[in-house]
């Protein structure tokens, strides 16, 4: 018996192995990311109700805005399987809707000149728009792991090898459809 076929079978389980490892690796790596993702966004949501603290004191026109904040944030808070790609989404998703309330709140924020210039409001509102500016950042490495990631898994052999991992694709953190109602500057301009 010749040794070529036993140092080719070992060459292509070494290959196979390395390549698992490195499927593996670049999950690990979207985790992270996902995890460095769910810090940034604890952190904007234990931000949020002093925020509505704040504003309640005057803004009397825009209750349904902030219990609609205050719903998102409930719903962003949630736990969520971290492996479960549509729970995952789901998480993403609400992350973003409460971005955009938020926003429709800062902008509403203007219509308050003694709001506006309340000293807790500027500096809750500063603190909030670092946490978004973290959040941004912490979006775009997820968004790179995951690319390596779904790159890895789809590509054959990765795919083979993903398949017999069980490591699936992950969604990328993009903006919901109509997620974002658009400003109208002339409502401000007045």
């Known amino acids: 018996m010749s040794l070529t076929p036993l140092i080719i079978l070992g060459a292509i ?3 196979g192995y390395f390549w698992y490892v490195s499927i593996i690796g670049k999950r690990n790596k979207a985790l ?5 993702i769910d810090v940034q966004l604890k952190m904007r949501l234990d ?4 925020i509505l603290k704040i504003a309640q004191k ?3 026109h825009e209750k349904a805005l902030l219990t609609e904040i205050t719903a998102l944030r409930e719903k962003a808070d949630k736990t969520y399987d971290r492996k479960d790609q549509k729970a995952v989404e789901d998480h993403l998703a609400a992350a973003e809707k409460l971005t955009s309330k938020m926003g429709q709140l800062m902008v509403q924020v203007e219509n308050y000149p003694d709001l506006k210039s309340d000293a807790t409001m500027v500096q809750a509102m500063q603190t ?3 946490a978004e500016a973290q959040i941004s950042a912490a979006r ?6 995951v690319t390596a990631l ?3 898994v789809q590509i054959f052999p990765g795919n083979l090898i993903a398949g017999i991992a069980k490591v ?3 969604p990328f953190f993009e903006a919901p459809a109509n997620v974002h109602d658009p400003v109208n500057a002339d409502d401000y301009l007045k």
């Open 13 to 15: 389980a070494l290959i």
């Open 32 to 36: 992270e990311a996902l995890s460095t």
């Open 47 to 50: 931000l949020v109700p002093n």
């Open 58 to 60: 005057f803004m009397d």
């Open 128 to 130: 909030y728009n670092e």
């Open 140 to 145: 775009r490495f997820y968004n790179s792991a």
């Open 150 to 152: 779904n790159n890895a």
């Open 168 to 170: 699936e694709p992950m």
